[in-house]
Structures are given as C-alpha cells and as structure tokens.
C-alpha cells in the first residue's frame, strides 16, 4: 500500500521523492525521519485551493515543529496554530507571519500570553473565564485589547481513540455548550479584550465527515447570534481530517472543505482551520535499521527505533504500516512483532506484522510525519533522531541527530 506519490517503491526500492531511501539511511544514519517537500505542499494546498470562502489555514504547529516544515508552510502563505510559546517562537524563528497565529490552548500562562501580544497574534482561543481574566489583564497592563475567541466544546463525539477525542462534554477543552453565551457576555465586559471569533476543535483522526457536520451545524447557529452581538468576524473550526494509517478510507480534503462552504459560506465570516496529521503525517516516514532477530512468543524483530522516537503505538495502541524498504526477500515473509531497544513492554511499533529481514535490514514506517519526532524524548537516554527533508533528488538535513553530550546540556554535578 502507498500513502503518498512521493513514498513509491521503484522496483524493490522505497524512495523518497527521487531519493533512495537506502541511501540516506546510509548518509544519515538511523532511526531517521524523512520528509518529503511536495507531499507536504501538496497537502496544505489541498486545503487552501480548495476552499471558496475567505479563509486562513493555520498548520498546527503540535504535529510536526521543525524549523523547515514550518518554513515551507510560511512559503506557501500558511498561518499557524499554536499551544505554547516555544511554538510561535519557533514559527518566528522559521519566518512565519505572527498576524496569522492563532493560539490555542487551557493553560496558557501570563508570560506566554505578554509573548503573544508582543509578537502580535491574530487571537487568543480562550477556554475558560479565569483565562479571559488573565488576558483581559495582561492586555491592560500594556494599553493593548487582546483579540480573543472562545473555544466553544458543542458536545460531538468525535468517534476517535479517547485520548485524542476533545469535544465531548467531559473533555478538559473548551466552553460547556450550556454556558456559552454567558462567558461570551463576560468577556465583552472585560476592558482589555476585543472578541473576534468563536472556535472548536473537536479531536484527531476524524475518519469521517459526520462529526465535522454536527459540529458546523451547531456552530452556524452560535457564529450567527454571535455576530450580531459582537461583531465578530472568524470562525475557527480546529483540526483537520484524519489520515490513513491502514486503509482507513478517510474522506478526501475537498470534500470536507465543500462541507465547509455549504454551512459557511453565506454568513460573511472568515473561516479558520487548524490541520496538522493531514498537512504532515503522510508526508513523513521513519526508518529503523534490524538490529537483532530473536524467537520467543513471537517473532521479533528487534529494531534501534524505539517509543522515545515514535510513541504513538504505545500511546495509543496506534496502527501505522510497517515494511521492508528494499521488499526484495518478501516472499519469504514472516508474522512478527516490531520492538524498539526500551525497557518497555509497550515498546513497540507494531504486532503481528508480514516482514521478511536479516540483521542490518532497514524498515520503513509510514504515516509517521504527524505527532512523530514532535512528541519523541531523550528516555533511556537516546539522542533524538536525525530529521531530512527531500525535495526530487536533493536532500537536507533539517535537524542533525543528536550527540550523546546533548543530552545532559543544562544539567549540573553538586
Ligand atoms: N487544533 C487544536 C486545538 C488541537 O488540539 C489539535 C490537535 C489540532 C488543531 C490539530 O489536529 P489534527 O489536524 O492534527 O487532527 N498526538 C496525537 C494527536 C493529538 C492531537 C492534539 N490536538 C496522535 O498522535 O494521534
């Protein structure tokens, strides 16, 4: 199965664009995250062209923040969506345009929020009327309004792994549906504040297009009393579609964008969206090199990636596709299980898997350039791996691997 027309077996081959990927395990070392550049254009450009009502796509930084990822989304005129300081400190440092973030998040504390106004966002999405506090006040203390929007939870079931659902009512995010109107009334009483938008975000790896029409149905409604009462001018609908990891049957971009168009497209607002698996996570693969094969209850496969690389599987009990990166021994596959070198038991990529390899072999993972290096950790004391971006037959490193010295920078002897 192929995920992108830019991860394709030539022959027995994986490549990269034209790279062979091979090639650059051998260049750069492993584990090792590649990228390709048109894959990821090419997703953000399904959202943007896609799109009939004035609108800004703002990449969710979260999924996948290096530097050149999120410069080539600043390229292609992408705004971004950001959780925490170091995010917009990043988008700045990659050229990103500061009036086109939106920041999410419950938590955001009173530095981060004098960091945003300095760098001058487009709007808070705030959850809670002790945020809208905060804001109000750290805005006052510098003869500013701060541009804000509620994120508003509308009750959706998301029908995603429950980690990653966040728009039920018993979800830590956003507004309760009931209490809506009354915080909006709250904010509008608060002097440092200037209500621009409402916002939702219902979860991640949305597999089919009915949770997102239950959410712009009940989101029509509000945006339209609220633009009587306040004027404002967005309507941020949060993350983007699921992507497939199997053979999901994920609906294709433009359909959910004409979903969009047909609740929005009469109201006169702009929309916002905040896609980060389907910007990135096909556009990204991980390759690990075999280290050791050994018999027990099952096969496995004993790789040198492992859950401080991709924590995914074990968080949770994510499938993503396995295979061989030169395929030329498949007939000879065996059932097996796909561990990393961690004292973990839930260290593993994947179960039950055909995979025919000898020690030294290369795996590739697919689907691996969302919530990949971004969420990896330095556990068990490994360096984070290498990251490269191809582009047809050049590649670039875009993070160097790191050394072992890296990992105690900042720490001191008594
Ligand atoms: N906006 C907000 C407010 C979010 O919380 C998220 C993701 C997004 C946008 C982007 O959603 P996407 O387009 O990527 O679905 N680590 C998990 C996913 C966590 C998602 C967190 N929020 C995973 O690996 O599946």
Not at 179 to 188: F, G, H, K, Q, T
Not at 268 to 293: D, K, W
Request: charged content about 20%.
């Amino acid at each position: 199965m192929e995920y992108s027309d830019h991860f394709v077996y030539r022959g027995n081959q994986l490549y990269a664009e034209d790279c062979s990927v091979a090639d650059l395990a051998k260049k750069y070392g492993t584990p090792l995250y590649i990228y390709s550049h048109d894959s990821l254009k090419q997703a953000f450009l399904n959202y943007d062209t896609n799109l009939a009502v004035p609108h800004t796509i703002c990449y969710s930084v979260k999924a996948n923040s290096n530097l050149a990822v999120l410069q080539l989304m600043a390229s292609l005129g992408s705004g971004f969506d950001i959780v925490s300081k170091g995010e917009l400190a990043r988008v700045v440092a990659a050229g990103g345009d500061p009036s086109k973030v939106v920041y999410s998040g419950v938590g955001k504390r009173d530095d981060e929020i004098r960091y945003a106004l300095e760098k001058g966002i487009y709007c808070f999405n705030a959850e809670s009327k002790m945020e809208l506090k905060t804001i109000s006040d750290v805005a006052v203390s510098m003869n500013l309004k701060a541009p804000v929007a509620l994120r508003v939870n509308p009750d959706v079931d998301p029908h995603t792994h429950h980690h990653i659902a966040t728009g039920l009512k018993t979800s830590k995010f956003g507004v309760a549906w009931e209490d809506v109107l009354n915080v909006y009334e709250y904010a509008s009483s608060l002097p440092g504040l200037q209500i621009k938008g409402v916002d939702c975000h219902i979860g991640s790896q949305i597999a089919s297009l009915s949770p997102f029409a239950e959410m712009a149905e009940k989101i029509r409604t509000l945006a339209v009393t609220l633009k009587e009462r306040y004027g404002i001018e967005f309507i941020d609908v949060g993350g983007g579609l699921g992507i497939n990891y199997d053979n999901d049957g994920v609906p294709a971009t433009a359909d959910y964008m004409k979903l969009l168009e047909s609740y929005f497209k009469d109201l006169g607002l702009r929309l916002v969206l905040e896609p980060g698996r389907s910007v990135v996570g096909n556009a990204g693969i991980l390759v690990t090199r075999v280290q050791y094969l050994k018999q027990g209850a099952s096969n496995f496969i004993i790789v040198d990636a492992g859950m401080n690389d991709m924590i995914r599987p074990a968080l949770y009990s994510a499938w993503m596709n396995i295979s061989e990166v030169d395929r030329s021994g498949a007939s000879s596959a065996v059932k097996s299980t796909v561990v990393g070198p961690i004292c973990e038991s839930s260290d593993k990529l994947g179960e039950d898997r055909l995979l025919a390899v000898k020690q030294g072999d290369l795996l590739v993972q697919f689907s691996a350039g969302a919530y990949g290096f971004s969420m990896s950790s330095n556990y068990n004391s490994r360096p984070r791996a290498a990251e490269v971006m191809v582009k047809g037959d050049r590649d670039f490193e875009i993070r160097t691997r790191e050394t072992v010295e890296d990992l105690w920078r900042g720490e001191h002897l008594l």
